[in-house]
T-cell receptor
């Protein structure tokens, strides 16, 4: 089945630093989504991307849908302590399989104040 | 608060037992999705119900089953539990039949099988 490779697995950064994480897929996706999961909570949608090459921002977060439709990245600028959590990429193949959201394994982000 | 309610939050049970996890979707949402989150497998899609009917199946074991009731709440039944079934089980809901940006996740049920 489809697999998403998300990297890095974990990051330890200082407050104020920028962060970058990415996802690559063995197959094409029509939608890329980025989620954040806090401890004891379910994933919360951060950014949705619908078109190859699309660059979308949400506050300090910026994500891009790769031109090949097989990758996406998420950048966080000027990190703050509340950015701590697990970030997941997820992809939707589209068409008749638009129910099957495939998730990456996540990037654990730790921000030192 | 996503509006999706899952109960219980925590469950500890013995191998061989059966448990039922419950999910109340957001008001107005017709689709319910169940996901399993474990350390080694990450978030895995199990099954989707739309307006009371099964719509899609993912990597759901035969020992697991689900249903969606007329009031649209859903239950995930896990039977003959094994140690490896220990995981977080999430429910998500959306208005339409497709899992897209409209889907919101509950807080999950943490199942521990001992």
């Amino acid at each position: 089945g489809q697999q998403l490779n998300q990297s890095p697995q974990s990051m330890f950064i200082q407050e104020g630093e920028d962060v970058s994480m990415n996802c690559t897929s063995s197959s094409i996706f029509n939608t890329w989504l980025w989620y954040k999961q806090d401890p004891g909570e379910g994933p919360v949608l951060l950014i949705a991307l619908y078109k190859a090459g699309e660059l979308t921002s949400n506050g300090r977060l910026t994500a891009q849908f790769g031109i090949t439709r097989k990758d996406s990245f998420l950048n966080i600028s000027a990190s703050i302590p509340s950015d701590v959590g697990i970030y997941f990429c997820a992809g939707l193949p589209g068409g008749g399989s638009n129910y099957k959201l495939t998730f990456g394994k996540g990037t654990l982000l730790t921000v030192n104040p | 608060d996503s509006g999706v309610t899952q109960t219980p939050k925590h469950l500890i049970t013995a191998t061989g037992q059966r448990v039922t996890l419950r999910c109340s979707p957001r008001s107005g949402d017709l689709s319910v999705y169940w996901y399993q989150q474990s350390l080694d497998q990450g978030l895995q899609f199990l099954i989707q119900y739309y307006n009371g009917e099964e719509r899609a199946k993912g990597n759901i074991l035969e020992r697991f089953s689900a249903q969606q009731f007329p009031d649209l709440h859903s239950e995930l039944n896990l039977s003959s539990l094994e140690l490896g079934d220990s995981a977080l089980y999430f429910c998500a809901s959306s208005v339409g039949a497709a899992m897209n940006t409209e889907a919101f996740f509950g807080q999950g049920t943490r199942l521990t099988v001992v």
